[in-house]
């Protein structure tokens, strides 16, 4: 109760009608007229008159010839202005070294880069002994973990481009079996598989989420079994804390988390 309380006192209703405007405009491919903004948003042409009219003015929407109202970039040149791999990277670091210490595996994190997928973090386990990876290293698409969960949660005609991207072709000429094991990482939230670089080793990986619902990262722990030292987390405790990790990220990714 107390808690909508303070949502309700902290309202700015004028902001949040701006903010419902922007949002709706940004999913929109063609634009709106204000009559079909209005209605999408259940208030009077009135009350999105005043509010289109900022907006434009301060250069976050245009208004076409054909009277109708999109997005400009300005949002996509703000959210620019500070570069947001360094910003991922940033917030990312003590989530890998606080896994690396509770998982003694070593971890790194996976963008993709014009849809090749490149190490952009990594942090060692606590340990002598680990499995890892540079940073800046290119890795594959179809034969690794976080190329599973890019491809897994991706759209149709972006999981195409990926492939094509990588020379594979079309969906249809992906690995046997392939396209179901997709369908069941996307099913679970996660891969597990053995590495096809390493023996011995298995690659886990859990996506991470941006603000918009898709993929901006994974999240990938190339596990491997430690004879050294029994008491050490087994593959389903270093998943667990792999998985609290990748939701802990994807949290601080999005602005109301």
């Not at 029994?230 to 109301?256: H, I, K, M």
Request: hydrophobic share 40%; proline share 6%.
């Amino acid at each position: 109760m107390a808690l909508d309380d303070d949502i309700e006192r902290y309202r700015a209703p004028a902001l949040d009608k701006g903010l419902d405007i922007l949002e709706l405009l940004a999913a929109t491919d063609d634009g709106l007229s204000q009559a079909e903004i209005a209605k999408a948003l259940e208030r009077s042409p009135n009350e999105i008159y005043r509010m289109l009219d900022r907006l434009v003015r301060r250069d976050y929407v245009r208004r076409t010839l054909e009277d109708r109202y999109e997005v400009t970039l300005k949002l996509f040149e703000l959210g620019h202005a500070r570069p947001p791999m360094r910003r991922l990277i940033s917030q990312a670091t003590p989530v890998l070294r606080q896994f690396a210490l509770n998982a003694e595996q070593a971890v790194h994190l996976v963008v993709q880069d014009r849809n090749i997928l490149v190490v952009i973090a990594q942090v060692d386990s606590p340990g002598y002994w680990n499995v890892s990876i540079r940073v800046g290293s290119r890795i594959g698409l179809v034969n690794t973990g976080s190329g599973h969960v890019f491809l897994a949660f991706s759209r149709p005609e972006e999981r195409l481009l990926m492939l094509e991207e990588q020379d594979i072709g079309t969906p249809e000429k992906l690995p046997k079996g392939l396209a179901a094991r997709l369908d069941g990482v996307r099913e679970q939230g996660y891969e597990n598989m053995p590495s096809a670089q390493t023996p011995g080793v298995s690659n886990l990986s859990v996506p991470i989420f941006g603000p918009m619902g898709s993929v901006i990262a994974v999240l990938t722990c190339p596990y491997t079994q430690r004879l050294d030292k029994l008491d050490a987390p087994n593959t389903q405790q270093v998943l667990n804390l792999l998985r609290d990790a990748g939701q802990e990220l994807s949290r601080r990714s999005t602005p109301s988390a």
